[in-house]
């Protein structure tokens, strides 16, 4: 079940070692990605348009803004990254090139992380970036504006790590849009409620130190489980 | 030992026939101890300090969310093993779990909000406890939808299994919420370390409806399981002999539906 | 016997549960049995298409 070399990846043993194939992964895809700008940053300016129509179309008192500012920006994020997920995985299953990378002897595990860590940075990381611009718009005050990129940050994060298991998982199903916003919709609304618990404490002026070590440690914990699980579904997926 | 037993229950033959037998072992005592539970429960328990008589429906909502959680569980184990060691049984199993689970879950979150309707003074509150047990119902609704978007059986078997293993940590979630946060919703007054905090006379219906519950799981899962081994193994050669014991004698050219007393159930 | 039936005023609450609960059992139960007739119909279906038998 051969078919033609990807001349971009890994293809001599001087280049098995897993971090020189996961980088260069991450290197293709970006570039791959970045040729296609308008489809890779069509999520963020998704996210971008939706959260700044909140206050155009509500009564801009700015205490009712900053009330949904927290649920406008935890959705967003949320749908940004859902729409982005489609590209991390049909693409390259359709053209061979994720049987490939299955085959290639490198830790699939770890070719894993690294497209996951490129979808990381194609919708959280823009996210993470566009936020301060956001949450002024949404009336949130300048002193809540760590708090709340913190949050961003770690939850982007485990958002683009369970959205790949969902990916991998639809993989192979034709029109799986609802499919894989049914999937992976109750394991990221954990993400959502702490995150926007962050945002709302943030934006009080409380402390909101508890809700942001809970979503480090779900960081943490998705970052390090998802990988076995993407890997597990792909592999099912390809055959 | 333990691996010879696994390795007989993974025969599909061996758990075709076994299941068949076991059902009426799990029905009848699921009939009886829900009815006893059910008039002990109704009539025989007091009525509660503070909540009155309304505090019966916890021999509905305890069970149902029992169930619910105990589904998931077997239904993330057998997908694990099948997985794991690639055994159709064990698929067949997790197959036969999504819609019971889904139907009581539905059942726990409904008769809840009916008993915190005139305790709590609202239908609904996304407290931890309530807004897990609600993430639970989508786990397994995303879980039927997954498998039924696979047309070959095998891959959605697999594929299904990650997602029963991934969505499995709700259940700690859900049990441990009320202990970790203030929750609206007790806390566990049965399934804890140390006595149970609630009166013997209450508290026997309840066990019994909770077994009850069980028994009739086990039942309703091991008829499932079987259609759904019958699905997985094709023409395999067992299936002609197993079909004539269903229907009570050898094959007299398919007219006959099933009828024998090996289907009481 | 109408006190037992008034549940202390909770009527409206309690004996809806109790009858979604034997609804969704009784369901359960259909389904379940219902599931293996399919199951076992097709069975033989299959195997009369993949063997042809002699009695027939």
Same mark, same amino acid.
């Given at each position: 079940?051969?078919?033609?070399? &990807?001349?971009?990846? *890994?293809?001599?043993?001087?280049? +098995? ?72 995985? +049909? ?54 504006? *760590? ?29 799986? %849009? ?37 979503? %480090? ?23 | ?8 229950? %993974? ?24 009815? %006893? ?8 328990? *007091?009525?509660? @300090? ?37 055994? &159709? ?8 779990? *999504? ?44 879980? #039927? ?28 979630? #859900?049990?441990? $919420?009320?202990?970790?946060? &203030? ?32 028994? @009739? ?13 019958? +699905?997985? /193994?094709?023409?395999?050669?067992? #299936? ?17 539906? /099933?009828?024998?007393?090996? $289907?009481?159930? | ?21 034997? #609804?969704?059992?009784?369901? &359960? ?12 119909? /097709? ?7 993949? +063997? ?5």
């Amino acid at each position: 079940m051969t078919t033609a070399r &990807n001349p971009a990846l *890994p293809a001599s043993a001087a280049t +098995r070692s897993l971090s020189a194939a996961a980088w260069a992964l991450v290197q293709r895809d970006l570039r791959i990605a970045l040729r296609r700008s308008g489809d890779t940053l069509q999520p963020v300016g998704f996210f971008v348009v939706v959260t700044t129509l909140f206050p155009l179309g509500l009564d801009p008192q700015v205490s009712l803004l900053r009330d949904i500012a927290p649920a406008a920006l935890w959705v967003g994020a949320l749908l940004a990254s859902l729409l982005a997920l489609d590209l991390l995985f +049909r693409e390259d299953a359709q053209d061979g090139t994720l049987e490939q990378l299955a085959l290639c002897g490198v830790p699939f595990t770890g070719l894993m992380i690294a497209k996951t860590a490129v979808h990381w940075m194609l919708t959280g990381l823009p996210l993470v970036l566009v936020a301060p611009l956001l949450a002024g718009t949404l009336g949130a005050p300048a002193g809540a504006l *760590p708090a709340i990129l913190l949050a961003l940050l770690l939850g982007t994060v485990s958002l683009s790590f369970i959205g790949a298991i969902g990916a991998g998982l639809t993989m192979g199903v034709k029109r799986s %849009g609802s499919l894989l916003a049914l999937v992976v919709l109750p394991l990221a609304v954990p993400v959502l409620i702490f995150g926007a618990r962050a945002t709302e404490q943030a934006i009080a002026g409380e402390s909101s130190s508890a809700a942001l070590y809970l979503l %480090g440690a779900m960081a943490v914990l998705t970052a390090t489980l998802s990988p076995w699980a993407v890997g597990a579904a792909v592999r099912i997926g390809l055959e | 030992m333990a691996w010879v037993w696994l390795h007989r229950f %993974g025969s599909p033959p061996y758990f075709y026939r076994v299941a068949r037998r076991l059902v009426p072992w799990f029905a009848w005592p699921a009939l009886l101890l829900c009815l %006893g539970g059910l008039i002990g429960g109704l009539v025989f328990a *007091p009525p509660d @300090f503070r909540q009155g008589e309304g505090f019966r429906i916890i021999y509905v909502h305890a069970p149902a969310a029992w169930l619910s959680l105990m589904t998931y569980v077997v239904m993330a184990l057998s997908a694990a093993v099948g997985l794991i060691w690639r055994m &159709n049984v064990a698929h067949a199993v997790a197959a036969s779990c *999504p819609k019971i689970g889904a139907s009581f879950t539905a059942v726990a979150l409904a008769t809840g909000m009916l008993w915190g309707r005139p305790m709590w003074g609202t239908f609904w509150v996304w407290d931890p406890r309530l807004t897990s047990e609600l993430l639970l119902l989508f786990l397994y609704l995303s879980y #039927i939808a997954l498998r039924s978007a696979f047309d070959d059986v095998a891959r959605a078997d697999r594929a299904s299994a990650v997602l029963a293993i991934v969505g499995v940590i709700d259940v700690p979630i #859900i049990h441990y $919420s009320v202990i970790w946060w &203030n929750s609206l919703h007790q806390a566990p007054s049965v399934l804890r370390f140390g006595a149970p905090t609630i009166a013997p006379s209450m508290l026997y219906p309840l066990l019994m409806m909770l077994v009850g519950f069980t028994c @009739f799981f086990a039942a309703v899962m091991l008829t499932r399981a079987r259609a759904e081994l019958l +699905r997985r /193994e094709r023409t395999a050669q067992w #299936i002609v002999e197993a079909l004539d014991a269903d229907q009570g004698g050898p094959s007299r050219g398919g007219g006959r539906t /099933e009828q024998s007393a090996a $289907s009481a159930w | 016997m109408l006190k037992f039936l008034e549940m202390g005023g909770y009527a409206w609450y309690v004996w809806p549960s109790y009858a979604l609960m034997l #609804i969704v059992a009784a369901i &359960n139960i259909v389904a379940a049995r219902g599931a293996l007739r399919d199951a076992q119909r /097709e069975a033989r279906a299959r195997l009369a298409r993949a +063997r042809p038998r002699e009695h027939s």
